[in-house]
């Protein structure tokens, strides 16, 4: 198996779009992702209001998109989803989400949109380790997302449910909709699940982790803010959480999805 590669870059604020053009280089971004198909955006937002370190920082997405167009990836859409405890609309307004993907001339769908997405039942070629067993009727998925590249946007934060957060969980808002609350007991095995359907769908995974502000203490949104100015990116979504964990102090096979993911190569 070939050693995954995670680009790691102390930024400022004058130059942090900069550096995110440096980091997509670095992190090999041309190569993991297919030009011929579209590239779906994949923000997060933890909490619509803005707290430092608990959604994509708005550096982050304009500085990813602009590595994106300027690597002649011109073909993007993001995509946005609810909880029940967020409001898309206000997140990516409040966020100041909507202005840069207005400049950059960048879509936005919205997954519990019907007349955005379309969910489709999909069966996994690999073997589940617990989603089949949460959705027995079919574990369904947005048609949309078949066949497109991903470039996730997670932020270095910690997490009530999983101690981190990265890169693996910022598909669990986009990839499962129904009863998403109903993996929480088993959230480590589902991250894994959502990793392995990722990489069958997906013509490219690539993955921007803002960690110039952290989050620290009982995330993904009352936190404690670290200021660390670190940006992450990689091709590898359980390298970069693994390396984000390190970073934030925490031995990375001790985190279950980390390890499951490693140990399910």
């Known amino acids: 198996m070939n050693k995954a590669r995670v680009a790691v870059l102390k930024t400022e604020p004058a130059r942090v779009l900069e ?4 980091l997509a280089d670095m992190a090999g971004l041309a190569g993991a992702l297919d030009p011929g198909s579209q590239t779906i955006i994949k923000d997060n937002i933890s909490w619509h209001y803005p707290f430092p370190g608990a ?5 982050q997405l304009e500085g990813v998109i602009s590595a994106l167009k300027d690597r002649g990836f011109n073909d993007l859409v993001a995509v946005q989803n609810d909880t029940v405890v967020t409001d898309a609309f206000k997140g990516e307004r409040l966020n100041k989400y909507v202005d840069i993907l207005s400049r950059y001339q960048v879509p936005v769908l919205y997954n519990f949109r019907k007349e955005d ?3 489709v039942e999909y069966r996994p070629r690999g073997r589940m380790l617990i989603l089949d ?18 470039v996730h946007l997670p932020t270095c934060k910690t997490h009530i449910y999983t101690t981190t957060t990265g890169a693996m969980k910022n598909a669990f808002g986009g990839l499962l909709n129904r009863r998403r609350h109903y993996t929480h007991s088993v959230i480590h095995q589902t991250l ?10 997906h013509s490219g995974i690539f993955a921007f982790t803002d960690g110039t ?3 620290n203490g009982p995330g993904p949104r009352t936190m404690i803010p670290v200021v660390a100015d670190l940006i992450l990116a990689s091709s590898d ?16 096979l001790s ?11």
């Open 19 to 22: 550096d995110y053009h440096r």
């Open 55 to 59: 959604n994509t920082a708005p550096w």
């Open 117 to 119: 997405i379309t969910w």
């Open 133 to 150: 067993k949460i959705y027995p009727e079919g574990i369904r998925i947005p048609q949309e997302f078949q066949g497109r590249n991903v």
């Open 192 to 201: 894994v699940d959502l990793l392995r359907i990722q990489k069958e769908i």
């Open 213 to 215: 502000t952290c989050g």
């Open 237 to 252: 979504c359980t390298a970069i959480d693994a390396v984000a964990s390190r970073l934030m102090g925490f031995d990375p």
């Open 255 to 265: 985190i279950g999805y980390i390890r499951i993911a490693h140990e399910q190569g």
